[in-house]
């Protein structure tokens, strides 16, 4: 496997020290992203802890109503930026035309965000495992975006030593989940991971930190917590370059008709 990923992990390192335009404004400096351009995401917005979306400014609870009513697999969520323009069309270029060098600029608002999250570095993962595509998707594709990412964040951190790939597997895809109801996407994502047997050992007792490039409703990467959490991690915590915002009061209700 480590032979396979070797090609696009190597043409992302020449990528990624070559000087360039900022991608977003086109400033000439040593940034795929200028530090103006990544301030400029929501990187500020409060979110929830536990799932990612935005709360109300006002808002005196650290988690939202529907972490309380129904808390999910992961400890904690950090996100890079909102899932919206220009963000997600770089993401679409990362994961379906192969721009394999937008992994870096992808990954700079997330590496700040956990740094926030964890200024003293204390609560850091021993484990950085990246949400696993399955073996079809993984030929059909040729790399895995989500492997893209944390790989190059546990360049940036100096984290290589902890980012496992092969931990755990993908036995099925599941498909667009988002226009289904809660009950219907646990069903159609259960079962979807598994920790390889002669790697349990590896997460047993362990802080895991699930790498992917989109929480959109949050049941793929809280299923594979799921998972992990059952083979003796003792605790998972999501981290996204993207997260999809909640949608609008009047679009939910014209979803819903
Ligand atoms: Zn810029
Ligand atoms: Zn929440």
Redesign the pocket.
Known sequence: MLNLLAPAAKRLSALCCMPSA?R??G?WQSQS??E??VKGTTLSARRCHRCGLHLKEDAIESICQSCEDYPPEMDAVVVGFDFVPPWSSMIGALKFRSDVALARVLTAPLAQAIRQSDPTGRQMPDLIIPIPLSASRWQERGYNQAWLLAHQLARECGWLNRLHHGTLIRRQETGRLMQMQRDQREARIRHAFAVQPEEIHRVQGQHVALVDDVMTTGATANEAARVLLQAGAASVTGWFAARTPAPKLGQRERAAQ
Do not use: H, K, N
């Open positions: 900022c977003l404004c400033t992203v200028c103006g351009c």
